[in-house]
Nanobody, 115 residues
Framework: QVQLVESGGGLVQSGGSLRLSCAAS????????MAWYRQAPGKQRESVAI???????NYAQSVKGRFTISRDNAESTVYLQMNSLKPEDTAVYYC?????????WGQGTQVTVSS
């Protein structure tokens, strides 16, 4: 049974930082690229940060230079360090496999950035 449990979200002022965590179970974590996705109200879910099996990272242009994705294969956990947050980063953040997400999505973690 696949479980993806995201945590670490919250309310932060513009310019602040948050660190998200996603604990995965029920999947062979170390053999998949993983990604952080986000969905803002009224918008489609989008990928914002990707990390390959080997640790290569890629970022959406909107977060490049501000967000850092990392993974701990021993703990089956993926992280997202978010700095210099902006109000437009407000969304529910999810983790999942990349490029083909698992059908199961966790509950996500809400990030709200106030101006």
């Amino acid at each position: 049974q696949v479980q993806l449990v995201e945590s670490g979200g919250g309310l932060v002022q513009s310019g602040g930082s948050l660190r998200l965590s996603c604990a995965a179970s029920g999947i062979s974590f170390s053999v998949y690229a993983m990604a952080w996705y986000r969905q803002a109200p009224g918008k489609q879910r989008e990928s914002v940060a990707i990390i390959t099996i080997g640790g290569t990272t890629n970022y959406a242009q909107s977060v490049k230079g501000r967000f850092t994705i990392s993974r701990d294969n021993a703990e089956s956990t993926v992280y997202l360090q978010m700095n210099s947050l902006k109000p437009e980063d407000t969304a529910v953040y999810y983790c999942n496999r990349y490029p083909v997400p698992n059908d199961y999505w966790g509950q996500g973690t809400q990030v709200t950035v106030s101006s």
